[in-house]
Antibody, heavy 121, light 106 residues
Framework: QVQLVQSGAEVKKPGASVKVSCKASGYTFTSFGISWVRQAPGQGLEWMGWIAPYNDNTNYAEKFQGRLTMTTDTSATTAYMELRSLRSDDTAVYYC??????????????WGQGTLVTVSS | DIQMTQSPSTLSASVGDRVTITCRASQFISHWLAWYQQKPGKAPKLLISKTSNLESGVPSRFSGSGSGTEFTLTISSLQPDDFATYYCQQYNSYYTFGQGTKLEIK
């Protein structure tokens, strides 16, 4: 069965960077994109961007341009999300999710368990 | 950017009730809409894709309809396991989620 297993919780100081991993199993990793979505405490879901593991093409939401990098390691079937210059309002649970696509339209079907990133001085 | 507006934000209902959640897009998204259920401390779970396609294993009491800019999620007879927060997501142009509808026990 499809599984996405994320790395553990992180505590970071303002200005630092965080890198979250997402280990995929149960499907052909290079056949599906990976999205990253975050959820601040008590808030809704916010799409951050996605990456296509077969060619590492990325699309980032405009608000994260310049401080977000998504990468993959196909040999390890793992996706990574790195967010830099952290601020207190980056405190959130970060999810990876698999993209299922039909033609040019993709939605997220399977999700990781989430990784809590806390930014605090 | 496409904005998604869900209503209501909170819905109080009883087991056995029929409930409907509405999602409106700020521009035309055809039928590229999904619905998710999220329980506290858990990841969202995909219920419906492409407006009305029920995911495997999702009970048939869940249904979706709509097109263009207005969409609905209906639960025909609420069960105790259905009390959760529901999100719509457009995927016509990147992704945007609605703000969520919390379904509470009356």
């Amino acid at each position: 069965q499809v599984q996405l297993v994320q790395s553990g919780a992180e505590v970071k100081k303002p200005g630092a960077s965080v890198k979250v991993s997402c280990k995929a199993s149960g499907y052909t990793f290079t056949s599906f994109g990976i999205s990253w979505v975050r959820q601040a405490p008590g808030q809704g879901l916010e799409w951050m961007g996605w990456i296509a593991p077969y060619n590492d093409n990325t699309n980032y939401a405009e608000k994260f341009q310049g401080r977000l990098t998504m990468t993959t390691d196909t040999s390890a079937t793992t996706a990574y999300m790195e967010l830099r210059s952290l601020r207190s309002d980056d405190t959130a649970v970060y999810y990876c999710a698999r993209n299922r696509c039909y033609g040019g339209n993709c939605y997220t079907d399977n999700w990781g368990q989430g990784t809590l990133v806390t930014v605090s001085s | 950017d496409i904005q998604m507006t869900q209503s209501p934000s909170t819905l109080s209902a009883s087991v056995g009730d029929r409930v409907t959640i509405t999602c409106r897009a700020s521009q035309f998204i055809s039928h590229w809409l999904a619905w998710y259920q999220q329980k506290p401390g858990k990841a969202p779970k995909l219920l419906i894709s492409k407006t009305s396609n029920l995911e495997s294993g999702v009970p048939s009491r869940f249904s979706g309809s709509g097109s263009g800019t207005e969409f609905t999620l209906t639960i025909s007879s609420l069960q105790p396991d259905d009390f959760a927060t529901y999100y719509c997501q457009q995927y016509n142009s990147y992704y945007t989620f609605g703000q969520g509808t919390k379904l509470e026990i009356k």
